[in-house]
């Protein structure tokens, strides 16, 4: 079984940066899986935002989040992180993280453990 737990959202004003991270744990959690994050929007589908593999490849839905998402990870810490800058209220949304035993993945259907979410709220 994994676990996942995020922190770090909360409320910020548009234009302003939070970071997120994810601590995974687990008796089944491996350094090897790719970790994502992914975001839900009142009313919206749950929709990829970036994911890392454990060897530190990245990539972003830049149709989101271009130029302004950093993910990274501490693989000592299971630890993956999101760094959000210049955000929008557009951006206020469910942040969840996500893990998957294989490469990187782009849909909710190919990631297996999921954290509760964090709740990020851009103000205008």
């Known amino acids: 079984q994994v676990q996942l737990v995020e922190s770090g959202g909360g409320l910020v004003q548009a234009g302003g940066s939070l970071r997120l991270s994810c601590a995974a744990s687990?008796?089944?959690?491996?350094?090897?899986?790719?970790m994502a994050w992914f975001r839900q929007a009142p009313g919206k589908e749950r929709e990829f935002v970036g994911g890392?593999?454990?060897?530190?490849?990245?990539?972003y839905n830049t149709g989101l989040v271009k130029g302004r998402a950093t993910i990274s990870r501490d693989n000592a810490k299971n630890t993956v992180y999101l760094q959000m800058n210049g955000l929008k209220p557009e951006d206020t949304a469910v942040y969840y993280c996500?893990?998957?035993?294989?490469?990187?993945?782009?849909?909710?259907?190919?990631?297996?453990?999921w954290g509760q979410g964090t709740q990020v709220t851009v103000s205008s």
């Open positions: 687990g008796r089944t959690f491996s350094t090897y899986y790719t």
């Open positions: 890392i593999t454990w060897t530190g490849d990245s990539t």
């Open positions: 996500a893990v998957r035993r294989a490469g990187l993945g782009y849909s909710t259907a190919e990631y297996e453990y």
